[in-house]
Antibody, heavy 127, light 110 residues
């Protein structure tokens, strides 16, 4: 059974870098046909897409977070990661990772949505 | 980027009734790339519908999706108490290589 597990500190100081890792079990992160994504959710609010990466490609980011976010893949650990620099209280949210389906020929997500999600982790930015 | 607008914000219905949720895109994206998710409190979203109208694995047939272009609908034909949740639509904008989510519709069961 394919599962994603998010890990990382629950508290980050303002202006510091938020670092989260999503570990895949029951599959390989370098499998063709999948992309790996980060999504966040403000308390009591909707979902915000942060970015996605195909294991051998360049990441793509939300315009609003492009200057601060970095997504990378570590195939040796079967993980992908998110780093968000210069955090403020506005980055306090639940962070999810998810798997989606990727079209290698057109190098973009397919219309199959994101079918596996990690449990989410709450990150609070506070001094 | 494509902006997805969901309506209504909240839907309050009784068990057995039909729920109709709308998702409108600011511009047409990739053909029928439109997915619907269900999220219950304290849980991660669950994929319900992809490709605008295909049910994901294990999703009951009372959930159905329709639409194309910029107007999409999620219908729950006969509401069950466990359908109480927030429902989100999601699309991919290939011109900007960006995903986006709608603001969500909360379905309350009376």
């Amino acid at each position: 059974q394919v599962q994603l597990q998010v890990s990382g500190p629950g508290l980050v100081r303002p202006s510091q870098t938020l670092s989260l890792t999503c570990t895949l079990s029951g599959g390989s992160i370098s499998s063709a046909g999948y992309y790996w994504s980060w999504i966040r959710q403000y308390p009591g609010k909707g979902l915000e897409w942060i970015g996605y990466i195909y294991y051998s490609g360049k990441p793509n980011y939300s315009q609003s977070l492009k200057s601060r976010a970095t997504i990378s893949v570590d195939t040796s650990k079967n993980q992908f990661s998110l780093k968000l620099t210069s955090v403020t209280a506005a980055d306090t949210a639940v962070y999810f990772c998810a798997r989606g389906y990727y079209d290698r020929w057109n190098t973009e997500p397919t219309d199959s949505g994101m079918d596996v999600w990690g449990q989410g982790t709450t990150v609070t930015v506070s001094s | 980027d494509i902006v997805l607008t969901q309506s209504p914000g909240t839907l309050s219905l009784s068990p057995g009734e039909r729920a109709t949720l709308s998702c409108r895109a600011s511009q047409s994206g990739n053909d029928n790339y439109l997915a619907w998710y269900q999220q219950k409190p304290g849980q991660a979203p669950r994929l319900l519908i992809y490709g605008a109208s295909t049910r994901a694995t294990g999703i009951p047939d009372r959930f159905s999706g329709s639409g194309s272009g910029t107007d999409f609908t999620l219908t729950i034909s006969r509401l069950e108490p466990e359908d109480s949740a927030v429902y989100y639509c999601q699309q991919y904008d290939n011109s900007h290589r960006a995903l986006s989510f709608g603001g969500g519709t909360k379905v309350e069961i009376k």
